[in-house]
């Protein structure tokens, strides 16, 4: 049996702008996904989704996209939470080649679901470390990067960017720009996560904003603003001023709310953050509900979060610089 995990992740600055090329610096935080993993004599994956929704399930099935599982959740919940660890599955048995490795899954995280904190890709990410470990194989943390991406791509429809999987494989402050992936460095910062509950939908989401680019010049403009802000933000947090990273990423925020991915309880807890003294706040991932980040070496944000409508928890996330681990 072998357990691993792996961490979810903010973005300081770039969201939908990467989707156009420009750069992206998402960085870990200590909230982790853990998924345990055992051989079984069969080819059957038995998964027991513990946090993955509201209720939790499991499934008994043997993978692949021809059965439908035997539960009493909805179908569309059980293929989002299955889906991905089937595709990491797949991954484990192709890198280890053993396509008939049968597992019983366990999956335990403390990241909420579909809030832009990269929840999918730490399950995605643990999943393929645990699995080839358990049948006799350490891979490099550059593959597993590359095959939780490609199995995200698997089941998000070819829309995925490789920010999430790598920041989750490597832990840290990474900068993403395309294909190309590498560690940054950064400082100690004061992260505080303000949560509404919901989830926004990224690929309505991204949408909007392709058509808004498409629409006005000035959008299109404001994409490139947006990756302006990024390679300063990069030069701010070598340097480790963490009051001009705030300012930064109040300005990122402005620009994403004017691309039409914040939200009503996004702003309002981007504002109570401001409003007790936070360096700095904005959204963090797709957007539209979900999650805010906030730089505060203060209480004072989590304490205003926690009593902001709308917000549901609030909690200080330190940077983790562990990315996949065995626990
Ligand atoms: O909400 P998340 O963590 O899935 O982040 C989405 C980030 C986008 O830039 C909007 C889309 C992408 O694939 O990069």
């Known amino acids: 049996m072998i357990v691993s995990s792996a961490p979810g992740k903010v973005y300081l600055f770039g969201e939908h702008a990467v989707v156009y090329g420009e750069p992206a610096v998402p960085c870990a935080i200590e909230r982790r996904a853990t998924v345990t993993v055992e051989s079984r004599d069969d ?6 989704a513990k946090d993955l929704s509201l209720n939790g399930f499991t499934v008994e099935y043997s993978g692949g996209t021809d059965e439908t599982p035997d539960v009493n959740v909805s179908e569309s919940l059980v293929r989002a939470g299955v889906g991905y660890i ?3 599955i797949e991954q484990a048995r192709d890198a280890t080649d053993t396509p008939d490795a049968g597992f019983d899954i366990t999956v335990e995280s403390d990241i909420p679901l579909g809030a832009g904190l990269g929840s999918s890709a730490a399950v ?3 999943t393929i470390d645990a699995a080839s470990r358990e049948l006799g194989v350490e891979l490099p943390t550059d593959e597993i990067a590359d095959r939780a991406y490609r199995a995200e791509l698997a089941v998000q429809d070819g829309e995925a960017s490789r920010a999430d ?3 989750s494989a490597t832990g840290g402050a990474v900068r993403v720009e395309g294909d190309d992936c590498r560690a940054i460095e950064a400082p100690d910062l004061p992260i505080v996560v303000g949560f509404d509950g919901g989830a926004g939908d990224t690929g309505k989401l991204v949408a909007g904003v392709r058509a808004l680019r498409e629409k006005y010049e000035f959008a299109t403009d404001t994409v490139e603003s947006v990756g302006d802000i990024v390679r300063r933000g990069e030069r701010v947090l070598a340097e480790g001023d963490v009051d001009e990273l705030g300012r930064l990423m109040d300005f990122n925020h402005g620009l994403l709310e004017a691309l039409g991915v914040s939200s009503r309880s996004l702003d309002n807890m981007v ?10 706040a904005k959204l963090t991932g797709a957007g539209g509900g979900g999650c805010i980040v906030a730089l505060d070496p203060t209480d004072e944000t989590k304490t205003a979060l926690r009593f902001t409508p709308g917000c549901e928890d609030a909690f200080r996330a330190e940077l983790d610089t562990e990315g996949v681990r065995v626990e």
């Open 43 to 48: 080819d059957r994956l038995r998964v027991n």
């Open 86 to 88: 089937d595709a990491s």
């Open 124 to 126: 995605t990410v643990a």
């Open 165 to 167: 999987t790598f920041c």
């Open 271 to 280: 504002w109570a953050a401001r409003d007790a003294g936070a360096l700095g």
